[in-house]
């Protein structure tokens, strides 16, 4: 009888064949695109800052940060309902992996203080947006669970600083803003009932006023549940509640913030009841909250909480933007890495026709959603310091980057994990987890039905916004010598074309219905313009101009009538294909050829 062990254990064991994935790499350094953007819409002393810090959290990501997220996504925080002696001192256990991340999250990076006071990552001043989401952007490629409490720590911030009496901002904000872990509260809120999600109306919680303390901040108390709470032990929650003998609907409500402990220490009166086992962002805790009598501040007036929630709503939409932008360039990330090294049937499988159109599918939305970024981060940039249109240019691309971007995020995670193969669908691989966590984009801060309408009945129908938009855009690539006059034409007709479509979605209410529709062309169509205006800026010093071959796809694809049976195929867009999944940069002559 032959030794069989021998036998197998001199045989190949076939690693080779299995492709690499994207860790290991500085996430940072790879992506061109990225640096290209940041040279176009930063002011360059504070892209000199800033760069040294990118690089940092670019090789942080694509290394520790990412073995700390695969860790933490497999050991979920647990609740402890009580303490040895039976009280209900509740608490949630963490793993080590998850305490790592807040560590570089908070202290290292102060990712929810940068926006708020000068100081952080050695800003003289409080970090520009195109800086503070430049970091969501960065971090979110290696972990987004986490991006969830610091977030709400972020926006929680924002609201106690624009709306807060000055004794509770004496009382709580230097505490928020700290990046020292003896000192640190972190935020977050809470919206969700079982009566009320989208419906932020139906709400139940019912507040009953105390009075104002020695210390000048007026306090309540608080009588409820919250059905969905994110970042569920965080130290203080901004919440919205319905005062005793207020009106119904979303004009009787005020907002509060709720301490997890009391000034003296002791716990307030509400309980984290259990943790949501979901289907995604596994690392961070979401629970249920049962308020019995809970301690709260009134933040601002209490018959505009709604009004002044809604600012902390956008702010986070605009974030969740950010994230999907960041989620899918790690999607075209690991797909082009296994597009390169995976072999089938003799060759890379990054060389078969099928597989390089679906290649385009994942880098054409991720391209489009990284030019959403540094226009909405620019837009908000000018708008905090004083700007009007910016602000009202930032009012309509809010809910326009939430919806699409989000959206876009599904299918390009699912693309992804084809691209790997079976072995995407397991959970040793990235793959696995990007699409879970995909999915919960078009569910935070309202849903893609909520965002559409937002788009098309209030920043279109009511404010012009899409007027705003288009204007904004025009003023962008019509200035450029760099790119050709056939080529503008195309995109003013474009833009003009789907302004006039969604003015008459706006203007019918039948056409309800249509409102996904015009939000999506709303967004593909910025996109082109953007995409056409930074290739040829790029081009035209000399850099790489593949953004203007993607804003003709946008316009191709997304945009335009399109025959599924027609075999017709355009010379151009295969050449344009050839150029993009090539890493070396597109002549602005060969580009403007293609487009023009």
Not at 71 to 88: E, I, M, S
Not at 559 to 569: F, K
Request: glycine share 8%; with cysteine; net charge neutral.
């Amino acid at each position: 009888m032959p030794d069989m062990t021998t036998a197998l254990g001199n045989a190949p064991h076939g690693a080779h064949h299995i492709a690499p994935d994207a860790h290991g790499r500085n996430f940072y350094a790879i992506d061109r695109q990225f640096q290209d953007l940041l040279s176009l819409y930063m002011e360059p002393g504070l892209l000199s800052q800033m760069t040294p810090h990118f690089e940092r959290l670019g090789e942080l990501a694509g290394n520790r940060l990412d073995d700390l997220a695969m860790t933490a996504d497999k050991h979920p925080p647990v609740l402890q309902p009580r303490d040895r002696f039976g009280r209900d001192e509740d608490w949630i256990d963490y793993h080590p992996s998850y305490r790592e991340m807040e560590k570089i999250a908070f202290e290292e990076f102060g990712m929810h203080a940068m926006t708020h006071r000068s100081g952080v990552l050695g800003l003289a001043e409080p970090a520009h947006p195109l800086v503070k989401y430049g970091i969501t952007y960065l971090f979110v490629q290696a972990e987004f669970g986490l991006m969830c409490p610091v977030s709400v720590s972020d926006t929680s911030n924002f609201i106690i600083k624009r709306f807060g009496s000055e004794a509770l901002k004496k009382l709580l904000l230097d505490r928020l803003l700290s990046q020292d872990p003896a000192t640190m509260l972190k935020g977050t809120q809470f919206m969700t009932e079982k009566a009320g999600g989208s419906d932020v109306g139906a709400l139940e919680t019912d507040a009953e006023r105390i009075g104002v303390g020695p210390d000048g901040v007026e306090r309540w108390k608080l009588y409820g549940q919250k059905w969905f709470c994110s970042h569920a032990d965080a130290d203080v929650a901004v919440l919205l509640a319905r005062p005793r003998g207020a009106a119904p609907g979303t004009q009787g409500l005020g907002m509060f913030a709720m301490p997890r402990r009391l000034e003296n220490g002791s716990r307030n009166s509400y309980r984290i009841v259990r943790l949501k086992d979901k289907l995604g962002t596994r690392s961070m805790a979401s629970g249920e909250i049962v308020m019995d009598g809970a301690v709260a501040y009134l933040v601002g007036d209490a018959n505009r909480g709604f009004k002044q929630m809604m600012e902390q709503v956008n702010l986070s939409r605009l974030s969740h933007g950010v994230r999907a932008a960041s989620m899918m360039r790690r999607c075209l990330n690991e797909a082009m890495v296994v597009a390169q090294n995976r072999r089938a049937f003799g060759k890379a499988i990054g060389e078969y026709p099928l597989l390089r159109r679906q290649l385009m599918k994942i880098m054409l939305p991720t391209e489009q959603a990284l030019s959403m970024y540094a226009f909405s981060a620019d837009a908000m940039g000018r708008a905090n310091a004083g700007d009007k249109d910016a602000a009202n240019l930032l009012r309509i691309l809010t809910p326009v980057y939430k919806f699409r971007a989000c959206r876009d995020n599904i299918p390009v995670a699912s693309h992804t994990l084809e691209v790997r193969g079976g072995l995407g669908y397991i959970e040793e691989w990235v793959t696995a987890r990007l699409v879970r966590d995909a999915q919960i984009g078009t569910l935070w801060e309202g849903t893609s039905n909520i965002n559409a309408l937002d788009v098309v009945q209030r920043a279109v129908g009511k404010s012009g916004g899409h007027k705003t938009l288009t204007a904004a855009l025009k003023d962008k690539y019509e200035r450029s010598d760099a790119l050709p006059g056939q080529y503008k034409g195309l995109l003013g007709a474009t833009l003009d074309r789907v302004e006039r479509f969604v003015e008459a979605v706006a203007a019918d209410p039948k056409q309800e219905k249509r409102c996904r529709l015009a939000a999506g062309a709303l967004y593909h169509a910025a996109s082109a313009a953007l995409m056409a205006w930074e290739g040829a800026a790029l081009g035209a010093k000399g850099g790489d101009a593949r953004r203007l071959l993607l804003s003709r796809l946008v316009i191709e694809h997304r945009l335009a009538p399109q025959d599924p049976l027609s075999l017709n195929e355009s010379a151009w867009e295969q050449e344009a294909m050839d150029l993009l999944l090539q890493d070396k940069p597109v002549p602005l002559a060969k580009a403007s050829a293609l487009v023009g």
